[in-house]
């Protein structure tokens, strides 16, 4: 039972925890925390430090990894490509249903793929109306009625 509480496993629990935790939030940080946290727990493993310096190595090494190979990682796997450049294919000459009246100069809200939009025309557009997407600003649709094709 006195293994269970060896320094070295819980620093390599706490990073197996930080490394699945990952998987549920946004941003990719909390990998590098889960690899300083194995730094640590290997370091502890070898040599007998305090915990003082256990907490000093694992903020230390966590935050270098973080600023030194995050943004290569992302690189790398290709988690640091923009979407802004793929949207406009996802979105553009697609339909969407009108949910509210959209005039000119006004906006209203469109329904694509199971979500509401914000939308605007020069023309137009009633509720249930289906529309075409001409173009993408952000997160406000462009639409024009299908009938204007």
Known sequence: MESFLNNAVIWFG?????FLLEFLLPGFILFFFGLGAWIVAIATFFFDI???????????????????FRNWVKRRF???QTVASMLPDEFVG???VAETM?????KGRVEFRGTE???CSEETISPGENVI???????LLYVKPTKAI
């Not at 706490?14 to 930080?18: F, H, I, P, S």
């Not at 310096?53 to 903020?59: A, D, E, R, W």
């Not at 997407?133 to 997160?139: A, E, F, Q």
């Open 117 to 119: 939009w914000d939308a």
């Open 94 to 96: 697609k339909i969407a």
């Open 14 to 18: 706490l990073g197996l925890a930080l």
């Open 133 to 139: 997407i001409t173009r993408i600003d952000s997160i």
């Open 50 to 68: 305090s915990i003082n310096t256990q907490l000093i190595v694992f903020l230390v090494s966590s935050v270098l990894s973080v600023l030194l």
């Open 102 to 106: 959209i005039l000119p100069g006004k």
């Open 78 to 80: 290709g988690m640091g």
